[in-house]
């Protein structure tokens, strides 16, 4: 509602909008292939928020790519089914009996949540998976892990498209393969990663579940170049579920990512704090 009252929290919000501009005009044109992850996911309104930041992003002329995990909601409805599954080095070992659950709740469920949430903020999404127009064509990983994929091939003219039309893609890790009928289950951080290179894009981000890469004594670190993350890991300070993280940030780069970030994924408004804010968040990995 109007008002004269020259209530405080007006005037912040008028001048964070004045103080975005720089970074407004530097990403304008920018590709942003953003991950969300299964544990990023939260509640109704952590998805809402989250929709809201990618809608924002389209509106100020960036080209945001979402590419979705789901990890959880696979779990849940294995149990459901009563099918055990396990994992190897951070990777779901997948039968044909998985691939076709993960199939079916990346791309039905959680991949329709996600559109219909920028649906829902005013945005135009439409979701896709690996399969659709070739986008992601790939090879078994390792024969321990079943039909879990390794990307080869990626096809990304679809997503130029789609950013010609004003449409943000939402994008299901799970590819198709060389042969005929082939499904295979690809690691979200991965899918995305191997996106964001086809596209050469000028951010990943990586959103998760912790504060970003943290140094010896345990703090965030808010920049990084790749050698520094390849001494971290050597020492061992990147540990555990980190490492498949900044593996995919040291391919993503290698393959012409301007940069990668890592960020929590639950603090409010993490993309945008991430873009448009000189405070940044989480730890961004470049040369
Ligand atoms: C993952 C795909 C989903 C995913 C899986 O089956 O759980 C493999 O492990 P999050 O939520 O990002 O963990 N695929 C091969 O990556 O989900």
């Known amino acids: 509602m109007r008002s004269q009252d020259m209530n405080r929290d007006w005037i912040v919000t008028a001048r964070t909008l004045s103080e975005a501009l720089p970074n407004l005009q530097r990403y304008s044109g920018a590709i942003v292939v953003v991950k969300f992850g299964g544990n990023a996911m939260g509640d109704a309104q952590a998805m809402a928020e989250f929709a809201r930041d990618i809608v924002l992003m389209r509106q100020v002329g960036i080209n945001p790519v979402v590419v979705h995990g789901g990890g959880p909601m696979i779990n849940e409805m294995l149990g459901k089914l009563g099918i055990e599954s396990n994992f190897v080095r951070g990777k779901r070992v997948t039968d044909q009996a998985t691939v076709e659950v993960v199939e079916m709740v990346l791309t039905g469920l959680v991949n329709k949540r996600i ?42 003219q679809v997503l130029h498209d789609l950013f010609g039309a004003g449409i943000i893609p939402v994008v299901a890790p799970v590819a198709t393969g060389r042969g005929p009928n082939e499904t295979f289950n690809v690691n979200g951080d991965t899918a995305a990663g191997a996106i964001a290179g086809a596209l050469k894009a000028d951010r990943l981000m990586l959103l998760t579940d912790v504060s970003g890469v943290k140094n010896q004594s345990g703090e965030v670190m808010t920049e990084l ?43 409010p408004n993490a993309c945008l704090l991430e873009l448009f804010t000189e405070h940044g968040s989480g730890s961004l990995i470049r040369s």
């Open 115 to 156: 559109v219909q949430a920028i649906m829902d903020q005013g945005g135009r999404a439409v979701g896709l998976s690996g399969k659709d127009d070739d986008l992601m064509v790939c090879e078994a990983d390792d024969p321990e892990l079943g039909f879990v994929g390794k990307p080869v091939q990626m096809n990304p």
């Open 225 to 267: 170049t790749p050698q520094e993350v390849r001494h971290l890991t050597d020492e061992g300070v990147i540990s555990g579920g980190m490492i498949p993280k900044t593996e995919t940030a040291l391919k993503a780069i290698e393959d012409g990512v301007r940069g990668v970030v890592i960020i929590d994924g639950r603090v």
